[in-house]
DNA sequence: CAATCATATTCAATTCCATGTATATGATTA
DNA sequence: TAATCATATACATGGAATTGAATATGATTG
């Protein structure tokens, strides 16, 4: 936007929110942090996309303010920083008719704490 | 998105949403949008850009579905398909602080029949 | 302190998007 | 039917986003 227009300025933040959603990947990682904190090597057993793709995609996530991390000895653990963000996406999902539930019951095996002692649990 | 992922196919749909509204000029017409149809030039006056460069986002917002045309006489007049949308816009704006209320007060006058029939009232 | 672990960053190639300029379309009027 | 009106489209260029591959970081353990 080269010779951006006075009336247009106040839309700026709001597109850069809009900038980051616009991304598949960057969309299934918030439906996984819907339910809360989870590590990186969770999503990436998840979403079985390479390690480094992932950790790109949290980066944008967490440059631009969506999300935080939290170190837990080997693990690194993300969260949703402002909960506000799920009403966006559940509104795009009602305007497309869609409603997404990430299949939960997919237990998805990685080596954090949390994973472990689940596991360990049943 | 050269090798997708079967997780992250159904977001394909919400991300082509979140692409369009990607863009301050596509948000601010649809705020213009707001409140019922509007011609081209009423657009046009109100945000100051160039004639083909409003037509240029009409196409992109037409093209996905979220605006329809209408012809009467000379003037071309755009609505809102599906109001929902407004439902991502205010998400949005409460997630970014933001209440957008464009400056209505602001009188935009354009050789529409609307607009020359309201001046001529006052 | 060296090895190992989870995770992050860099870099390059490609594709996609934004936008200025020029021109086309198609309805309307004289 | 020619001129005029509002609007749309085409094309070209520059810039941004995507993503694969390789490598770096920095905490942890032996």
Redesign the interface.
């Known amino acids: 936007?080269i010779d951006?227009?006075?009336?247009?300025?106040?839309?700026?933040?709001?597109?850069q929110?809009?900038?980051v959603?616009?991304?598949?990947?960057r969309?299934?990682l918030l439906e996984i942090l819907r339910d809360g904190e989870h590590c990186v090597c969770h999503m990436e057993a998840?979403?079985?996309?390479r390690q480094s793709y992932i950790s790109q995609q949290l980066a944008v996530l967490r440059e631009a303010g969506l999300i935080q991390d939290r170190r837990d000895g080997w693990n690194i653990f993300y969260r949703v920083v402002?909960l506000?963000?799920y009403?966006?996406?559940?509104?795009?999902?009602?305007?497309?008719g869609?409603s997404?539930n990430?299949s939960k019951e997919q237990v998805v095996s990685c080596n954090c704490p949390n994973c472990v002692s689940k596991a360990n649990r049943q």
Chains 1, 2 share one sequence.
């Open positions: 936007m951006q227009d006075i009336e247009t300025k106040p839309y700026d933040l709001q597109t929110v809009f900038r959603l616009n991304h598949p990947a969309l299934a998840y979403l079985g996309f402002n506000d963000i009403d966006v996406l559940d509104a795009v999902q009602k305007y497309t869609q997404i990430p």
